[in-house]
């Protein structure tokens, strides 16, 4: 990814945001391959680790908080992290930064892939600028793992309580040697009826440890069963497209969700009887009966629509001060249940648009992600954005707040369009509601003649529409005058 360099101008529309443009023409790759025999170099020693687990929502979030110290003679810039092979494939948004300096960019990482058939794969941080010898680094490693967490047991009656397991290790996993460590749980309930490894515990917090001089490589597997009644929310894909309109002064915004509710499956029939008392007093429960959307303020014109039509159980409230969409799906969808539905509504254009000063290029910044806000959580498995961009769009940079997998432009063709609007095609893996608040930054050069293509398309056929009708009434078809002038 080269770095893009902006006119003042529009640097000081998003001022602090540094913009990148990606190579479009070849897809992003989030592996490097190094040698079968690698194993990462033992050049650093985590000092002090202090690990911390959240089983809030409906995925683990993890925040590591280490002191490393270079004991290598030669400066060091490659920090490694082990994963589980079958763990690293539902690792997402795993972000490293300076814990001292907040403010400085996160440091550079990615997949690095030695064995295909090894039980451990590592990620990468590149750090920048590299830790002299014997100097120290204080590094904040976060990051969140899908579809780690199993209903136990895997299927319960319609209003029973559900308990989810979680396994794990004592020990935060690293490919260096620790000298001091601790791990922390932290639920969202007390109700924790089963754990191992006798950590100390403090409300609905589980500390483990503190472990000296831990090796290289080491695990101490534990586990720990909690109740979660609430819904894991878990998209399969979401397709999102956002629509550019510069003659309507319009940003049109449509996502189309394919949900599943991954937690404990019934274990008898769905009762409509049991769930109508049920609502009455509204207790816990694994489904998912609504979902919310806090959408931007101004935002106008929302529809939800499913596979059998439009679904009018839905509520919009809008101020001045804040946008809600409310959905209650056609029903509610129990563990291992799924439902998919489409959401939209429209926007003014000059909120999220801007024009550099002085030349035809325009900068657009919009949430790369607009999803449910539930306090369970959402899980993305795929992300695909699209924004289309208007007709005759050129030079599209942009810059993603979110590690991609994948990324293209191609031609969109809509009414009345001649070449097609230029569409940025963007694929995310692993993603969570936690990443709403980012904003995806799109640049592009719109030409003023480009504008007036549309219009004058529109005119040359409603002409070629006169034309065409004036010659044919003109023409002379009977067939009775030619028997006349024949006699």
């Not at 534990?222 to 979401?238: M, S």
Request: with cysteine; aromatic share 10%.
């Amino acid at each position: 990814m080269r770095l893009l360099t902006l006119p003042p101008a529009c640097a000081l529309l998003f001022a602090g945001t540094s913009v990148a443009v990606s190579n479009l023409t070849t897809p992003l790759s989030s592996h490097q391959i190094l040698p079968s025999n690698f194993k990462p170099p033992q050049v650093f020693q985590n000092v002090n680790l202090m690990r911390n687990v959240n089983l809030e929502k409906g995925y683990v979030r993890e925040t590591v908080n280490v002191v490393i110290e270079n004991i290598d003679s030669k400066p060091q810039d490659e920090y490694f992290i082990p994963f589980e092979a079958e763990v690293i494939g539902n690792v997402g948004g795993l972000e490293a930064r300076d814990k001292k300096d907040p403010e400085k960019p996160s440091f550079r990482s990615e997949v690095v892939e030695y064995d295909t058939y090894s039980s451990t794969q590592f990620y990468r941080i590149t750090l920048s600028p590299p830790v002299a010898p014997k100097s120290q680094l204080t590094l904040s490693l976060s990051y969140h793992i899908l579809s780690s967490l199993v209903p136990l047991p895997a299927s319960i009656k319609q209003q029973d309580k559900q308990y989810l397991l979680h396994t794990f290790s004592t020990y935060s996993p690293s490919a260096y040697p620790t000298t001091k460590q601790k791990t922390k749980l932290k639920f969202s309930t007390v109700d924790i009826p089963d754990f191992t490894s006798s950590p100390e515990r403090q409300g609905s917090t589980f500390t483990y440890g503190p472990y000296d001089n831990v090796p290289a490589g080491s695990t101490q597997e534990a586990t720990v069963r909690y109740e979660f009644t609430k819904p894991l929310i878990y998209a399969t894909l979401l397709e999102r497209d956002v629509e550019i309109s510069h003659w309507g002064g319009n940003l049109a915004t449509e996502d189309r969700y394919w949900l599943t509710n991954k937690g404990a499956a019934l274990s008898n029939h769905f009762s409509r009887v049991q769930w109508a008392t049920q609502m009455y007093y509204s207790p816990p429960t694994s489904a998912i009966r609504s979902l919310t959307f806090p959408l931007k303020v101004g935002s106008l014109n929302p529809y939800f629509t499913d596979d059998i039509g439009n679904v009018s159980t839905s509520r919009f409230r809008s101020n001045t001060r804040e946008a809600h969409l409310e959905l209650t799906p056609r029903y509610p969808v129990f563990g291992r249940w799924n439902y998919s539905f489409r959401v939209g509504w429209d926007a003014n254009l000059k909120n999220f648009l801007r024009k550099v000063k002085g030349g035809e290029r325009y900068v657009l910044k919009v949430p790369f992600l607009e999803g449910p806000k539930m306090s369970e959580g959402v899980a993305y498995e795929k992300v695909e954005l699209r924004v289309i961009l208007p007709e005759g769009a050129t030079n599209v940079d942009y810059d993603s707040p979110i590690p991609l997998v994948a990324a293209e432009t191609s031609s969109h063709k809509t009414f009345m369009d001649t070449l097609g609007r230029t569409t940025l095609k963007l694929t995310a893996m692993n993603v969570v509601d936690e990443s709403r608040d980012k904003d995806l930054i799109v640049s592009y050069t719109y030409p003023s003649l480009a504008a007036f293509r549309k219009p004058i398309t529109i005119t040359a056929a409603v002409g070629v529409v006169f034309v065409t009708a004036y010659v044919l009434g003109n023409l002379d078809v009977s067939i009775g005058k030619r028997r006349q002038k024949k006699a």
